[in-house]
């Protein structure tokens, strides 16, 4: 077989990827994250090699001896990122150096190799070239990546890991919540939290999430969408919710997300927000937000309207608040001006609809 190169990735292309006509049909309405593409990409690390072995091949099932560090004490961290469809039949990746460069603090902190900027963003952009056929057209949907590591030294001794796996895989994607939710509703966790000083909380490493997954489940059962978390020591500040972080709007049009104290994962959407919020004339600050607060503001009126974002979501409108002692509404319950005109703002821009002052997209092809 014919094996091409893009960069420092050798390409194997899949010697049978689906048809045109299966691949319609697999993208039509995918359930989120369960539709894949033909191919991925894979880099390795080893203490005397350094990263090697760079390749773009066919998708398939990774093998790991039964001692791999990452099935036993968690040495794993992910990115997610997308290329979006542009009007021109085109494509492009939204700000994928700022995920390259979050996926490098996230290695750091749990002692694993730095991969490169470079090399991070070659990968994706790889990946997404030879896959370009399952980068969506459907409004609204682009194709997701997710760039993993996991440490694979064969070995049941707790020591940092000098083996590891690069990998990225890919899916076409739609919208994040099912049924299309207008806005979404919250269920405030009083009895788990998700990261303290010190932890994990500003790194995205799976055990944060595997964690959070009782506070989630409680969530859904109580009919809500996802779940709030709150600070480790007082139990009162407002974090983020498990997979995105969160803005308040108020009746001032200022607009106020909790700061990055270490425990808060750092969006690279949320951080676009504030650029674009800032670029309006909107006044953001970061500072803390009590959840007793949250409710008194909602009910008197100060509080207008709240959003969550990140890379899956984008923005989402919260229209409902349930807990064991926060019942509320935010708002008339529904999207509000100002979300709408950000939500906006972040996706003509993703989506080559408006111009890019902050030069973020990297044109694929």
């Known amino acids: 077989m014919d094996i091409e190169q893009h960069g420092a990735f050798a ?9 045109h006509d299966a691949r319609a049909a697999q993208m039509e309405n995918p359930a989120w994250g369960r539709v894949f593409t033909d191919h991925m ?8 090699k350094g990263w090697h072995d760079a ?14 560090v990452s099935l036993h004490y968690g040495v794993e961290i992910f990115e997610g990122l997308k290329a979006y469809r542009l ?48 980068i969506p057209t459907a409004d609204g949907a682009s194709l997701y990546l997710r760039p993993f590591m996991i440490g694979t030294e064969e070995t049941f001794a707790t020591n940092p890991s000098g ?23 919250l269920w405030v966790c009083e009895d788990y939290t998700r990261a303290a000083i010190g932890g994990t909380g500003e790194t995205k490493c799976g055990g944060n999430y595997a964690a959070g997954l009782p506070a989630q489940a409680e969530a859904l059962r109580q009919g ?25 709007v108020f009746d001032d049009g200022t607009l106020q997300t909790p700061p990055l104290t270490g425990t808060i994962l750092p969006g690279v959407t949320r951080d676009s927000i504030i650029t674009l919020a800032r ?38 409108p919260i229209s409902e608040i349930k807990g064991n002692n926060h019942n509320f509404q935010i708002g008339d319950g529904t999207p509000g001006a100002i979300t ?10 993703q989506f080559g609809r408006a111009p890019d002052p902050h030069g973020w997209c990297q044109r694929l092809f």
């Open 11 to 19: 390409i194997t292309p899949n010697p049978a990827p689906l048809s």
């Open 41 to 48: 990409a894979t880099l390795r690390y080893s203490r005397d």
């Open 55 to 68: 390749k773009i091949e066919a998708l398939k099932p990774l093998q790991l001896h039964a001692s791999a």
């Open 87 to 134: 009007p021109d039949g085109g494509a492009q990746l939204f700000r994928p150096d700022a995920n390259a460069r979050r996926f490098a603090n996230s290695a750091k902190r749990l002692v694993m190799p730095e991969l490169p900027v470079d090399l991070f963003v070659e990968s994706v952009r790889a990946l997404s070239q030879i896959d370009r056929d399952w």
């Open 163 to 185: 083996a590891f796996l690069y990998c990225v895989a890919a899916a076409p994607v739609g919208a994040f919540f099912s049924g299309g939710a207008q806005a979404i509703k």
């Open 224 to 248: 809500c969408n996802q779940v709030i978390f709150l600070d480790a020591i007082e139990r009162r500040w407002v974090e983020e919710l498990g997979a995105m972080n969160v803005f308040f």
């Open 279 to 316: 670029d309006m004339g909107y006044q953001v600050n970061e500072a803390p937000y009590a959840m007793d607060q949250w409710m008194a503001d909602a009910k008197s009126g100060r509080l207008v309207e709240a959003f969550s974002c990140g890379t899956a979501a984008v923005v989402a």
């Open 340 to 349: 709408t005109r950000i939500k906006t703002a972040l996706t003509d821009i």
